[in-house]
């Protein structure tokens, strides 16, 4: 199975022949092009021309993110999955204003049965939850896209609240985005940017064209589409994580600088980063086909089910959690 | 899509998988991470190496052909099982040349388990050659793709997850 390579540290990729090089003041490493899907470059990364031409052609996407771990853009290989009829379908549902809705609202609802089934989990494990739980069941979504926009906007913000419960230490009490103030703001910020990347990698072994987008207006200058999709496995994939990360101790004050806001420093984006791998590896039984899927495939199949939308042979039902 | 777009793979689709021909006639191909397809590839390119490979001829294009008193279009497989498909592509390069050549055979050969078999076009093949040809013209005109049905052959198809999600 292909694996996304992590770049942490400073250092330069290189081309000698076919095999791909990181050099940086210490070491020279080999890296096994045909096992990695995809680089994310947390360190000061640069490519030499070779390198690039060669992850270009073996379709390769290379992400860059700054040194808050923030996403700062791609390095994406031409489209190598090109269907006309898909795109002029995707464009369709977009600008027909009910069909746009349908799938927005479709998001929405996934959105909401996921964090639902994330705050249920720990409301078993004895944490008090049922007032958050509560509010966010009755909340109804429908209507234009601003009003199911800022019906999420509601529910993220319930989710959030209930943190301070399932937490056992980190006072979490607002989303600040820019920059984070403080540890779990920072933890989110981060596994948001890494789930992006890792949404953006599966469509693009699908026809979806990534800036088409539903729920998100494709306006915004960011591939939109990535964001809608992101958001449905947040709950399971990003929060998840955090929990974990947080209630196992496994993440303390020495992992974070304080300067402007509050940060990750590399050790503690190693440890973060790792246990999403695991998060992503973890599989289970799907339904319908018959076998083990991973959470990272999931990914991709959501991508096939909003084709078979659009190609009008199955009406899309976003992913909720079965088990 | 018009009668002399069809090519053998279209043929193969129609017998095996209308869906698939389906997804084919729209440039949606699920092939790209398959491995038996990369298998095949290899083979095709390694085997019979002195023979000259890939014979154009309008749509069609021939693994190999050899002449002699009857021309013999050959068909490299990688395995005996499942062939339907690729025994109705031979059918179909001879239903095609049939007017410009009436001595003729089609050989599936399959060179890992050192195997041939060969292929006549027949009266009723025929017949059901031109049905074959109006049913692709029809899936093209579909506009939605064919329902998909679970066969056993489906499990090693890379449209699988596709289907069946």
Known sequence: MKNPLYITSHGILSRKDNTLYFINETDKKQIP???ISEI?????????????????????????????????????????????????????????????????????????????????YYSKKGKNLDEYIENIEKENIDGDIAQMM?????????????????????????????PPIDEINSLLSFGNSLLYTTVLSELYQTYLHPSVSFLHEPSERRFSLSLDFADIFKPIIVDRTIFKLVNNNMLSKKHFTYDVGCLLNDKGKQIFISEYQKK???????????????????????????????????????????? | MKKEDITGVMVQYYVLCKRELWFYIKQINMNYNNDDISIGKFLHETS??????????????????????????????K???????????????????????????????????????????????IDEMEEIIKGILEVSNLNRPPIAKNQPYCKRCSFYELCMV
């Open chain 1, 33 to 35: 092009i045909h096992a």
């Open chain 2, 79 to 125: 395995s005996s099982k499942l062939t339907i498909g690729a025994k109705y592509q031979l059918y179909f390069y001879l239903y095609n040349l049939k007017l410009i050549q009436t001595n003729i055979k089609g050989i599936l050969v399959y060179p890992k388990e050192r195997k041939k078999e060969e292929i006549f076009l027949t009266n009723e093949i």
């Open chain 1, 150 to 178: 800022s019906c999420e906007g509601r529910i993220w913000n319930n989710f959030y609240q209930s943190f301070n419960v399932i937490l056992r230490k980190f006072p979490f009490n607002k989303r600040e985005i820019r």
């Open chain 2, 48 to 77: 019979y190496k002195r023979e000259k490979k890939e014979i154009r001829l309008d749509n069609m294009v021939f693994d190999f052909i050899k002449r002699g008193e009857e021309l013999v279009i050959f068909e490299i497989k």
């Open chain 1, 280 to 323: 992503l590896e973890t599989t289970i039984m799907h339904q319908t086909l018959n076998k083990k899927v991973s959470y990272k495939y999931l990914i991709r199949l959501e991508g096939y089910k909003l084709i078979k939308h659009f190609l009008k042979d199955k009406q899309y039902e976003s992913f909720k959690m079965w088990w």
């Open chain 1, 40 to 120: 994310n470059c947390f360190g000061k990364v640069s490519l030499k021309s070779g390198a690039s031409t060669f992850l270009m052609k073996e379709g390769i996407v290379v992400n860059f993110f700054n040194k808050y771990g923030f996403y700062e853009g791609s390095l994406y290989p031409k489209i190598k999955l090109n269907s006309g009829l898909v795109v002029v379908r995707q464009s369709e549902h977009y600008l027909d204003v009910k069909k746009r809705q349908y799938i927005a609202k479709e998001f929405v609802e996934g959105i909401k049965h996921n964090i639902l089934k994330t705050m249920k």
